[in-house]
């Protein structure tokens, strides 16, 4: 039997099998071959693309203001303040463009008149293939949200940059993708 050919990393597996499924994650055990030669375990969470989306509005008087969600993460046990974001279990192969537009209006009803997409980010890359996609959503206009059920205790507020940023520095905000999402908006110095 021929050995498998390593992967970029110097990783070879030696077989693979699905622990776990359901419609929105897939944990899959694979059993490798490091690039020591030494075999070993390893676990990995497959989970679709998603999009996480700053929503940057202005106040009447031109400073900029942010739109929050807050919701209840069953896995952590706590509310957390974040961007509006998410995935389509139901359409795993929808445009990152068209996942961004269609998780603003459904979190806050907000429509964004402009979406510029900023970049990519992983989520937990040393456990997971989920790949994120940042966007900054400008131009906004107020509409209906249209929450699935499992968000109907979310709550959506829009706020000063400054009260976001001390938010951050008071850690009330502490969900990863939020920070990383504003910090690659931040250092393109597109706020």
Not at 19 to 47: F, S
Request: hydrophobic residues 35%.
């Amino acid at each position: 039997m021929t050995a498998p050919l390593p992967d970029p990393g110097g990783y070879s597996v030696l077989s693979s099998r699905i622990a776990y499924e359901n419609p929105w994650t897939r944990v899959r055990e694979d059993i490798i071959r490091r690039p020591d030669g030494k075999d070993g375990l390893y676990g990995v969470v497959e989970r679709g693309q998603f999009a996480v989306i700053c929503p940057l509005g202005r106040t009447k008087d031109g400073k900029p203001t942010l739109t929050l969600v807050n919701q209840y993460r069953y896995p952590v046990r706590e509310r957390l303040w974040e961007f509006p974001m998410g995935m389509w279990e139901t359409q795993p192969d929808a445009k990152p463009e068209d996942l961004a537009a269609g998780e603003l209006k459904e979190e806050t009803g907000l429509i964004a008149g402009r979406m510029l997409y900023v970049g990519p980010v992983y989520q937990g890359a040393g456990y997971s293939t989920q790949k994120g996609h940042i966007y900054l959503a400008t131009e906004l206009t107020q509409d209906v949200a249209e929450r699935e059920q499992t968000e109907q205790d979310m709550l959506c507020t829009t706020l000063p940059l400054e009260k976001f940023e001390d938010m951050i520095s008071n850690n009330e905000i502490i969900c990863m993708v939020t920070l990383a999402a504003f910090g690659l908006i931040k250092a393109k110095k597109l706020i």
